[in-house]
């Protein structure tokens, strides 16, 4: 490839790692920064000229306090080979400002096409939600301080009953004043608290544990801890309880354990759990538990991103090269012709094949960034006709349904809740696969109808009558840049299908097929009728 077309390409990838919403870094092969998009610049407080400024950062481990050597960071572990990915959590600090970030990294090594390899490093920023967590333990200990100071003045007047009583009265207006201050800061605590006593006895929760639990207050004050536990659990968990009271101190719950909790409906929610002892009144024990559902999905959300990223990079370094390959070869051969005779038929042939690879490379690049706009925020809701949306399909497809001589039918659909333009190329290319994919000499002739599920729930069914789909590639389909045909015989990108999964899943339903090779195939989009009823996949 050329120069100019590896620039081109460059520049390609740039805006589309540009456009996503987590921080990215790529880094070559000696270790030093090439990109970094606006997210992660933003994240990190650089310009996107200051990439050098990264490197007068200081880095530590989760805790905020241990350095972390150069040699141990995740991206230079990748680069020597020691591993091929790491998920890692840091604290970055600029000295120059005292600006403090933790991020949670997701680091994976990718091969150039020149055989170099880079790291692409994706981030997130959880500082808030670290924040969150340490304010909980860090009252408690403020707490404790404060009362180990009012007994040491107690015990200096010990032998003073007229001091003692009065030093007892201000002690327990202090404690009253202060279990006021505590509960006004419990109750405003983003993390669900719940204090137990030596018993096990609930003495207190936060409105945080009421929403989380599902419990009114009331339902819980005298209730042993155990109701908030799963089943399977709770004879085991009177024995820990136990053992944490022989040596109370400050910890974590079940280190490096899946920890579950119950919820009223009998439902259960993956936490993590703070024990921290309390005496007030009494010797007692606060836990601060978090609901790590968010955390759970904002995983699994960043490794589909990396995902996504890694195929976005793939493309970007194979698929594009070979359009541009086309056009760069045959620009060659047109000079060369052009130099000499100048044969027209010739000139005519290297032209076209040149104008075939450009406009293959501009349609890759036009799904590409569909693909990466799909879905992506939340869906604004607005009353959808889906009767409308098929007749813009319609519309937009009526020279490919006259080329063709093809049919469209369409039944009544219901109107529902949604984005009318990504609902609109939804189907837009549901039902252009249902013309393309026909036997040639048959007519294509394409149904769509609609069924409600449930209470809640629409099916739209696209159905045709086609090649079919084998039942072995029938999951595959969905899948960014898989094709089951060769260009020549059905020209596509391989994106379409996959834009439509993440379309519908955004609106809270999903694609799937059903079909037999050589007797069409039927495509059911499931959609919620209101977002509010909506769940996420």
Known sequence: MSAGHRSDAWDLTRDVLDALSPGVALIDASGALV????????????????????????????????????????????????????????????????????????????????????????????????????????????????????????????????????????????????????????????????????????????????????????????????????????????????????????????????????????????????????????????????????????????????EELRQFVYVATHDLQEPLRMVSSFGRLLAEELAGDGDPALVARFSARMVGGATRAQNLLEDLLAYSRAGRGAIEPQRVDLDEVLAAVREDLAEQIERQRASLEVSALPTLEGNPTQLRRLFQNLVSNGLKYTAAGQPAHVEVSAARVNGALWCISVRDHGIGIATAHQAQIFEVFKRLHAQNEYPGTGIGLAICRKIAEAHGGGVTVESVLGEGATFRVTLPESQASASTP
């Open 35 to 306: 990109h970094v998009n606006p997210a992660g610049r933003q994240m990190l407080g650089i310009g996107p000229e200051d990439l050098e400024r990264v490197e007068a950062r200081e880095f530590f481990r989760a805790d905020g306090v241990t350095p972390f050597p150069a040699s141990e960071r995740p991206s230079r572990r990748v680069l020597r080979g020691e591993v091929d990915a790491i998920d890692e959590e840091l604290v970055v600090h600029d000295p120059a400002t005292g600006a403090r970030v933790t991020l949670a990294v997701c680091v994976r090594r990718i091969s150039r096409a020149t055989g170099e390899s880079w790291v692409v490093a994706t981030f997130t920023d959880i500082s808030r939600q670290r924040e969150a967590e340490r304010r909980p333990v860090e009252l408690n200990e403020q707490l404790a301080r404060a009362l180990t100071e009012e007994h040491a003045q107690l015990d200096q007047v010990r032998d003073e009953s007229r001091l003692a009583r009065a030093r007892e009265a201000r002690r327990a207006a202090a404690l009253e004043e202060l279990r006021r201050g505590l509960e006004a800061v419990l109750e405003a605590a983003p993390v669900a608290l719940v204090r137990a006593s030596r018993g096990g006895v609930i003495s207190y929760v936060n409105r945080a544990a009421e929403r989380l639990f599902g419990y009114p207050r009331a339902d819980l004050l005298g209730q042993p801890i155990e109701v908030l536990l799963p089943d399977a659990l709770r004879d085991g968990h009177r024995s820990l309880r136990e053992g944490f009271w022989r040596s109370p101190s400050a910890r974590a719950m079940g280190a490096r354990q899946e920890l579950s909790a119950r919820r009223r409906d009998g439902s259960e929610v993956p936490v993590e759990v703070g024990l921290s002892p309390l005496e007030l009144d009494g010797l007692s024990v606060v836990a601060a538990v978090t609901d790590l559902t968010l955390r759970r999905e904002a995983q699994a959300e960043l490794r589909r991103t990396n």
